[in-house]
């Protein structure tokens, strides 16, 4: 090699590695961006989650105020309900004339009591059992429908892809 050659390839040496450098800043600073854009993606996922999360408490807790309220108000509406069938039955109690209709009236009575007793306490064992089935809803995760799921592993799969892709050596 003569000294002309030599000359012009050192020059050529020193700016190879400059360039190597520069397109190296220039992919860090790629995937700088794609990690920002993965972050923000990420803690918008974060967010959605815990939106989600705090409406199932919400809705937790109204199925509770729901559940409490409906059982509550049947106890009153049984209790006013024994209440003014008291006032009627004691009414035709002391205007009955006959033991006979006396006896009836009681029969009747017991029979009433009975019959309603039982249809306020089905009242409250539907409200306790609509509220376990609620609360079961609400504690477990939706299963995702096959053709969503095809979606996602479709789209895990490009994206497995594309990082193969950028991490392979080139050759």
Do not use: C, W
């Not at 993965?38 to 807790?61: A, C, D, E, G, P």
């Not at 504690?139 to 995702?144: A, D, E, G, Y």
Request: glycine share 2%; aromatic share 2%.
């Amino acid at each position: 090699m003569n000294t002309d050659t030599v000359s012009t390839l050192i020059p050529l040496l020193a700016i190879i590695p400059l360039i190597a450098n520069i397109i190296l800043l220039i992919k860090v600073r790629h995937l700088n961006r794609q990690i920002l854009i993965s972050h923000n993606k990420t803690i918008q996922i974060m967010n959605f989650l815990r939106n989600q999360s705090s409406r199932k408490v919400r809705l937790k807790t109204k199925q509770a105020i729901v559940e409490k309220t409906v059982n509550s108000s049947t106890v009153a509406v049984e209790n006013i309900h024994q209440s003014i069938s008291g006032v009627a039955f004691n009414a035709i109690n002391n205007l009955a004339t006959t033991d006979k209709t006396k006896i009836r009236n009681q029969k009747l009575r017991a029979l009433h009591d009975q019959t309603s007793s039982d249809v306020y306490k089905s009242v409250k064992v539907v409200n306790k059992q609509l509220g376990a089935i609620t609360n079961a809803l609400l504690s477990t995760r939706k299963p995702s429908s096959p053709a969503t799921s095809d979606k996602q592993s479709d789209s895990a799969q490009q994206v497995r892809e594309r990082r193969k892709k950028r991490l392979s050596p080139k050759r």
